[in-house]
Every structure is written in structure tokens, then in C-alpha cells.
């Protein structure tokens, strides 16, 4: 699935136009990355946790030529799916205990 069908499913699903979804998923995206920049976690019940983990400095190889080139240390995204999201992705979603 594309953005461009999450919008269409959700202006379905919520009976708004294609116009009001995409405002509001690119509000939602918009707010994840602000949250995220200033280093905060966004947690989303059911669904996962957005949050933010420093990669260390190492050393790589150029695949051109084999050289070792050092790589700066950086910030990169995380995500980890919730309990719900994780057993629906497994078809777990929706079964009760006996």
C-alpha cells in the first residue's frame, strides 16, 4: 500500500474526502517527525513506538574499490510494533482465549 491508497482507505473508512485525509496523514507524519527531532519517543497504543537511537561511528569499505572509509556517527528512526500490530501481522489478531 502507497500513500496515496492509505488516503483513499482512510477517507473511506472515515467517510471524508480524499482532500481531508491527506491533511490529516501528512499532520500525523508532520507531528511523528517534530516529536522525533526534538527527540522525543511517540507511542501510539496498539499500534508501536516511534523513537530515536544514535548509530555509532564505524568503519566500512567502499564497494568501488575495497578502501576502509570511516562513517560518521548519526540519528536514525525507530520503530517498534505494539503487541496488537505485531499479532495482527501474524494472524493472531482477533482470537480469543478459551
Not at 485525509?21 to 497504543?45: E, F, H, N, Q, Y
Not at 566500512?60 to 556517527?73: E, L, T
Not at 548519526?74 to 520503530?79: L, R, T
Not at 510494533?81 to 480469543?96: F, M, Q
Amino acid at each position: 500500500m502507497n500513500k496515496a491508497e492509505l488516503i483513499a482507505a482512510v477517507a473511506e473508512k472515515a467517510e471524508i474526502s480524499k482532500t481531508k485525509a491527506a491533511v490529516a496523514l501528512d499532520t500525523v507524519i508532520a507531528s511523528i517527525g517534530s516529536a522525533l527531532r526534538t527527540g522525543d519517543k511517540v507511542t501510539l497504543v496498539g499500534f508501536g513506538t516511534f523513537s530515536v537511537a544514535t548509530r555509532g561511528p564505524r568503519t566500512g569499505r567502499n564497494p568501488r574499490d575495497g578502501q576502509k572509509i570511516k562513517i560518521a556517527a548519526k540519528k536514525v528512526a525507530k520503530f517498534k510494533p505494539g503487541k496488537k500490530l505485531a499479532d495482527d501481522v501474524n494472524g493472531k489478531g482477533g482470537k480469543k482465549k478459551k
